[in-house]
């Protein structure tokens, strides 16, 4: 008999078992039946064909509509082109070399599962060398791995095709051993949830759509109580960790401060400003998430609570995820504090700090002396990138950290602030992000993060509009982009043109789109001896020296240069309120909060804002339902619900799992919300009485066999 720790090699072969484990991440059985299907087919229903992600392996089940067999003209051989279709949309096939079973069996009509990697040809879809399974044949033993009418549709990969994997997933079920659940008996009654046995059989072989229902439902728990232990394990020993309290100081530099704004705080800014301060006089970190929109504020708030810290004797850090934006960081911090961010500097106020820019390309001598001032203590407040946590950094006093676009800075990075507040102390934590995010995402990858919000826009914001441009449909419309760049400066404006690569590294290729991706380097000279000859351009990215970066950034917020060709360094912090347009070259190439943040760059005075997005993607494709999502809305909050729906299965778990299996695979952080609230509450109610799982071992082994170690590292130290 078979249980789930068993090694696939035994019971698959070692040629299959090794496939499963290099291209899929699974090697064990519990590993193969937790690879759920994707979706189920339905005998005589096609797949929907629109929503394919280019470079994805994809199964669909379709009709063959057009067969076409020729010599290729290049190279001596056999070329057969097949176009299939759901009924609505076509794709096509090409295969390569002369197979007479092929050409016999795939005619016209013919229906089966297509699988392969999905790549753009002459602007249309194409699967190269697809895998097939007809399911209309007369050939009992081609079919026989399904049951009844529903097909399941796997997560495939090359030489894995879906229909293999089913096989592989019958073999096992069929010696699978009935084994003690992991969920306590409790649980399993109270929600009137099925045993993993019984739903792991369904959810591969379901007999009806209800099988498949109460599956997941049973399914989906493992992952939410898997998550949900560590995040209360977590919180569980959080409680014994100490920090400085840091209490408000009557009369300190932050009621000056206060005295000096020359704007009135916003309502929320206020809210949120009243629970940091009233966090930063515990003796516990304080572990929170700011999220709001570019130009919400954020940075005031921020900057408060710092000056706060200031006021106790301690240290602050303000991390951002790149030099540009540390330097832009730094010079307006010290812009909004005036003289009473000059200390040690003739006509500094009384009370005041310092504030200290500290990166890794400084100048030497420079470089010197940001790290004597943040270990005398001398500096406040300490503005850098990763170099600020490097070993050669060291701190006097370090009472609270800054991480501004949570999303850019490494999950080891932020973990290694945890341990620099002074006397076995951690430091508070504010994370900010100009990507929100829905409550059940924070709920869920934030842990134990309060979570703040910034609603309301400053007064002086100017709505952006975003238009998707198709040129692989309308290839014109290229033009008119560089004649309306040329009517905006032409109004006394600037603008951005964003392109995803550099120009001066090996051109990655991007799925199965041929073309690499458009470089800084590559635009810039084309534009400024063609369309754009006539206006003054910049060039930004991040592998200029850093002194080179400011003086392009302080020509273009100068004036001296009318359009700035750039790649994602200007994605945050950088503000030009001249700047009114920006071009997004392959637009696809970018995330949606990417795009998101990209954009917030223009818009930023009292000129309404504009924003391009050029794709060569094809229309019907997920890819392309991202741009209309950027497209349909500005509202940042709505638009991470949209993000959340188009993305696929387990992404959310973050960049640290990139190539091992996932951890969440049918939870859904939008739809199960209330599943997700329960098993945070049991998950609480447990570690309270049992913090190391001792007396609840089915449960410490469920959290290893759903979230699996790089996974819960870095859920742990996020």
């Given at each position: ?24 991440g ?59 279709s ?14 007479t079973?092929?050409?016999r069996?795939?005619?016209?009509g013919?229906?089966g ?13 194409q699967?190269a ?6 399911l ?64 792991l059989h ?15 439902r ?20 959080a409680?014994s ?13 932050l ?16 809210e949120?400003?009243?629970k ?27 900057l ?6 200031v ?20 010079r307006?911090?010290r ?41 005398s ?27 501004d ?12 602030l945890?341990?620099r ?9 504010l ?6 995010i ?20 400053p ?15 309308k ?82 917020a ?12 200007i ?5 030009v ?6 071009v ?10 990417q ?24 229309e019907?494709t ?33 960049s640290a ?8 695979k ?23 009485d049992?913090?190391a ?20 590292e ?5």
């Amino acid at each position: 008999m078979t249980v789930l720790g068993d090694k696939l090699t035994m019971l698959l072969g070692k040629s299959t078992a090794k496939a499963l484990g290099e291209q899929l991440g699974l090697h064990t059985v519990g590993d193969l039946l937790r690879h759920y299907p994707r979706r189920y087919a339905e005998r005589g229903e096609l797949t929907d064909i629109a929503g394919l992600e280019i470079g994805e392996h994809a199964t669909v089940m379709a009709r063959v509509e057009k067969v076409e067999k020729r010599r290729m003209r290049n190279k001596p051989g056999w070329l057969t082109e097949m176009v299939i279709s759901d009924g609505n949309r076509r794709v096509s096939c090409a295969f390569f070399g002369n197979n007479t079973l092929r050409d016999r069996e795939l005619r016209v009509g013919r229906i089966g599962l297509f699988a392969g990697k999905v790549n753009v040809f002459r602007k249309t879809l194409q699967l190269a060398n697809p895998e097939y399974q007809l399911l209309d044949s007369d050939d009992a033993g081609a079919v026989d791995d399904f049951v009844g009418e529903l097909i399941p549709v796997y997560p495939a990969a090359s030489g894995l095709p879906s229909w293999g994997i089913a096989h592989c997933v019958r073999q096992i079920l069929a010696t699978l051993e009935r084994e003690e659940d992991p969920m306590p008996s409790e649980l399993l009654a109270r929600y009137g949830l099925m045993d993993l046995f019984d739903a792991l059989h369904a959810v591969h072989r379901p007999v009806d759509r209800g099988a498949i229902a109460s599956a997941h439902r049973r399914l989906k728990w493992d992952e939410a109580m898997a998550v949900q232990l560590i995040f209360a394990q977590r919180r569980y020993s959080a409680v014994s960790r100490l920090a400085r309290a840091c209490p408000r100081k009557p009369g300190g530099l932050l009621d000056a401060f206060d005295r000096r704004l020359p704007f009135e705080l916003t309502a929320g800014q206020r809210e949120v400003g009243a629970k940091i301060e009233h966090d930063l006089s515990g003796q516990h970190p304080m572990n929170r998430l700011l999220q709001g929109e570019v130009g919400s504020g954020k940075t005031v708030v921020a900057l408060r609570a710092m000056l706060q810290v200031v006021d106790s004797g301690r240290q602050c850090a303000m991390l951002a995820p790149t030099e540009v934006l540390a330097a832009q960081h730094a010079r307006s911090l010290r812009e909004m504090l005036g003289d009473l961010g000059a200390a040690g500097e003739l006509g500094a106020a009384e009370e005041a700090t310092k504030v200290t820019l500290l990166t890794g390309s400084l100048p030497a001598r420079e470089r010197k002396q940001a790290l004597l001032d943040t270990a005398s203590g001398e500096a406040g407040i300490v503005v850098g990138t990763h170099a600020l946590i490097q070993d050669s950094v060291s701190f006097a006093d370090l009472g609270f950290v800054v991480v501004d676009e949570q999303h850019r800075f490494g999950v080891e990075q932020r973990d290694a602030l945890r341990s620099r507040g002074a006397n076995f102390t951690s430091p508070h934590v504010l994370v900010m992000t100009a990507t929100p995010i829905p409550r059940t995402v924070a709920m869920t990858v934030y842990g134990d993060l309060e979570t703040s919000s910034l609603r309301e826009m400053p007064a002086g914001r100017s709505p952006i509009a975003t238009t998707v441009v198709p040129v692989s449909e309308k290839p014109f419309w290229l033009d008119r982009v560089w004649q309306r760049v040329v009517e905006e400066v032409g109004k006394g404006h600037q603008a951005y043109v964003v392109c995803p690569r550099i120009g001066d590294e090996p051109p990655a290729k991007n799925g199965g789109d041929k073309r690499p991706a458009l470089a800084v380097l590559d635009m810039a000279e084309e534009l400024s001896s063609g369309p754009l000859s006539d206006l003054r351009l910049g060039v930004l990215h991040g592998r200029l020296p850093s002194d080179e970066k400011d003086a392009v950034m302080r020509d273009f917020a100068g004036g001296k240069r009318d359009v700035l060709v750039a790649t994602t360094v200007i994605e945050v912090g950088v503000n030009v309120p001249n700047a009114t347009m920006m071009v997004v070259l392959d637009a696809e190439r970018f995330g949606v909060s990417q795009l998101h943040q990209l954009r917030g760059r223009v818009g930023r005075g009292d000129v309404p804002g504009l924003c391009l997005l050029v794709t060569e993607v094809p229309e019907g494709t997920s890819t392309r339902d991202r741009l209309a999502a950027v497209e349909s809305t500005t509202d940042g909050f709505e638009l991470s619900r949209l993000d959340l729906e188009l993305r696929r299965e387990g992404d959310i778990l973050g960049s640290a799992q990139s190539g091992s299996r996932s951890g969440l695979k049918l939870l859904s952080l939008l739809r199960d919300e209330e599943v997700i609230a329960e098993a945070r509450a049991r998950a609480q109610e447990i570690v309270a009485d049992d913090p190391a799982l001792g007396n609840h071992l089915g449960l410490a082994h469920l959290v290893s066999a759903v979230i699996d170690t790089d996974s819960a590292e870095y859920l742990e130290k996020t």
